[in-house]
């Protein structure tokens, strides 16, 4: 019983740092530009890393499913779908990776109401 209320008491207490750090993150932001501007070019960054990312791993897996198609399924049963279903899971994953960009783009306009 005790120990778990003393576990209640370190969550409350790790929840309200977390809001309280948000809160600093915001106020941070609004009071300095250059802030607002290093952060979104870290998340524009981190964006580039992950679609990177998703080209080489996707490359990677459908390379590999090519060769084992060609090689007569040495991996699996079915080596046509498991071709199939790389070529699917990267272009599902660029796509999903693009329609967030689309996304963010039309979210992020420069804050002026010239694009209203």
């Known amino acids: 019983m005790l120990n778990n209320q003393i576990k209640a008491s370190k ?5 309200e740092y977390m809001k309280m750090l948000a809160i ?6 609004a009071s300095s530009p250059a802030a607002a501007q290093s952060l979104r070019a870290t998340g524009e960054s981190i964006f580039n890393t992950i679609y990177s990312l998703v080209g080489v791993i996707g ?3 459908v390379l590999a499913a090519g060769i084992n198609w060609k090689l007569g399924g040495i991996v699996g049963q079915d080596p046509k779908k498991y ?10 994953a660029f ?12 979210v992020s306009s420069g804050g002026g109401i010239a694009g209203v």
């Not at 969550?11 to 929840?15: F, I």
């Not at 071709?83 to 599902?92: I, V, W």
């Open 24 to 29: 600093g993150l915001v106020f941070t932001i």
């Open 95 to 106: 796509g999903t990776v693009g329609i967030v960009q689309a996304i963010k783009t039309m």
């Open 59 to 61: 490359g990677i897996c």
């Open 83 to 92: 071709f199939l279903n790389a070529c699917f899971g990267t272009g599902l």
């Open 11 to 15: 969550n409350n207490q790790r929840a």
